[in-house]
């Protein structure tokens, strides 16, 4: 019955309450698609740099600074051979990082020079794009790699570098493609070459300034760094920098949850405060018909939860294609793409998890029933007499 | 004839200031089933006060009042909202029809709060509104009736759970002279052919000359009762 009485006075309620139902909906788009965003963000984040850079942890050359924009020639080793052996079992892969200069289209640009496995499988690379026969030596770079050197796939360009015993010398390359790589650090400024070509450039045969192990076997490093050449960093302590950044984009998310959720809550809460004044004449007329003011309370907190909703009808009707299309065309951030924000390419794609929807639905229905119950809290003090009269108690 | 309503030493304060005001004082009165009274008075002589009591919207400070065999001091909010609904009708001066609802929704209300069957429901909503003559207005809202109408409406809303006792308070007072004859002679009928018992509170001379018996307050206590003789 009471749930017959709340639709009517729902349906009753007109405009006002679809003014409710609009601003609620409102709220559930807004909160889906930010949080959407911020799942994204999270997801790309931590999954492109795990996958680009980190894997399972890196067992580096303790003279490898990856801060340092002139990468020491001594910050790279040979692999010793109890390490090596993680290679044969395909867990690792060595990574040789020098500086050097480029010259592409007559400008010159620094440059940090990557060697890297052509078969290797560990990160998400197109590592394979280096095989095969080309006039100069084979490299890939990034679209923002791309967009500041101005190189198409198959132009040469030449690369100037200093060897170990501090020659300078210099080779051409032939970009062998141009791919996606989330990760900024890895784009810009980056030239990714086959690694025994980078170790007969640098005269430096087996080494590797670091070796990137698989993030999907667990592999007991400890035994093997009796070297004190290397060290062993694990994946928490390379994406610790990333936690906190997530934590502060979490925090931003949240203010705008918080916001989104504050104004559909002003408005329920506003409604019902202003309902409560208004039918206080009603609602002496149901308590002197035989509803008892628990039923009362009910009657108005069902009122709100119908706004509720309704509103995820609303949202479901007009936001469904809102929320679909920023999910397949995505939300273009240049921005920050520029800011160097690991895993972010230059458009943010909402990814809605399963239960982004129905959380954040019962979430803000059960936010609005709480809102709602607080005022309607005084119908318990109300007395019927003053109710009929108009007054409150 | 069956008391209904018995009322001893009853007295009601209310808090002002720092004191309190007395709007009734030592009522003793009794009403029988079938009687078509009313409580008489100028405004503030503690009429709608004492009605609100006998309809257990409010409690009495001192004193007994016994409506319908319950005890009203001694009914709990729960209790006495079932009281309400299932043997007590009212009419209010301003009718307090629920806005959203039909004519036929309105006096559905009590039979919702009393549980009855859907084939219940429509049953004794059909016989009460061509009783009064509002059939056809069944899917009418209030807005779109007159006052008359509307009071209609509020007496069927009153009629059709078939209560014991009707409280009435000023019924006509927002009605023409024909629309509230039409009424009071539609509430003499269901008292005589359905033996109701009527209680007003009113200071409208249209319905005094109705009244079979008048009992007048002043001050907060009885200054008359006075049965009238009914022709035949």
Known sequence: MLLRMALKNFFGGGLRSLLNVFVLSLAYIGIIGMQGIGENMRRSVFESIIAEEVGGGH????????????????????????????????VATPLLIISGIAYPQRRMQSVTLRGIEPEQEILSLPSRKLRGDFAAVPVFIGRRMQRITGLS???????????????????????????????QRL???????????????????????????????????????????????????????????????????????FIFLSLALISVFDTQILSLFRRRKEM?????????????????????????????????????SILLLFQKYGISMPALDDF?????????????????????????????????????????????????????? | METIITIKSMTKHYPMGSGKFTALKDINLEFGRGEFAGLIGASGSGKTTLLNILGTLDVQSEGEVTVLDHETQNLNQKE??????????????????????????????????????????????????????LIDKKDSRPGQLSGGQCQRVAIARAMVKKPSLFLADEPTANLDAENSHNILQL?????????????FATHDEKV???LHRKIKLFDGKVDSDETVKQAG
Do not use: C
Not at chain 1, 64 to 84: N, Q, T
Not at chain 1, 241 to 252: A, K, N, P, S
Not at chain 1, 367 to 377: A, E, G, K, N
């Open chain 1, 153 to 183: 796939e198959g132009d040469t360009f030449m690369v100037r570098w200093r060897d170990r015993q501090g020659a300078f010398d210099a080779r051409q390359m032939q970009v062998a493609s141009i791919s996606t790589i989330y990760s």
């Open chain 2, 208 to 210: 005094i000359k109705y």
């Open chain 2, 80 to 133: 006495a909202a079932r009281l309400r609904s299932e043997k007590i009708g009212f009419i209010f001066q301003t009718y307090n029809l629920l806005p959203h609802y039909t004519v036929y929704e309105n006096v559905e209300f009590p039979l919702l709060l009393l549980k009855k069957s859907s084939s219940e429901r429509e049953k004794a909503i059909k016989e009460i509104l061509d009783w009064i003559g």
């Open chain 1, 284 to 320: 002496g007329t149901l308590m002197a018909l035989g509803l008892t003011r628990r039923q009362l309370i009910r009657l108005f907190t069902l009122e709100s939860a119908l706004y509720a909703i309704f509103a995820v009808v609303a949202a479901a009707i007009y936001g469904t």
């Open chain 1, 59 to 90: 067992i580096r050359h303790v003279a490898y600074d990856p801060y340092d924009p002139f990468i020491e020639e001594e910050s790279f080793a040979p692999v010793p051979d109890d390490i090596k052996e993680l290679q044969r079992e395909g």
């Open chain 1, 187 to 257: 784009d810009a400024g980056n030239i990714w070459l086959p690694l025994e070509d980078l170790r007969s450039m640098m005269k430096a045969e087996d080494a590797a300034t670091l070796l990137v192990l698989s993030p999907d076997d667990r592999i007991e490093i400890a035994p093997l760094l009796e070297s004190e050449e290397w060290t062993f960093k694990s994946q928490d302590e390379l994406t610790a920098d990333l936690r906190e950044l997530t934590m502060m984009m979490d925090i931003e998310l949240y203010i705008f949850y």
């Open chain 2, 187 to 199: 509430m003499e009928k269901m008292n005589r052919e359905m033996e109701t018992s009527f209680l």
């Open chain 1, 340 to 393: 160097g924000i690991p895993g972010i390419t230059d458009a943010i794609y909402p990814y809605y998890s399963p239960t982004l929807i129905p959380v954040t639905i019962v979430i803000v229905v059960a936010v609005v029933i709480i809102v709602s119950y607080i005022p309607t809290r005084k119908i318990a003090k109300l007395r019927p007499t003053d109710a009929l009269r108009g007054k409150w108690s």
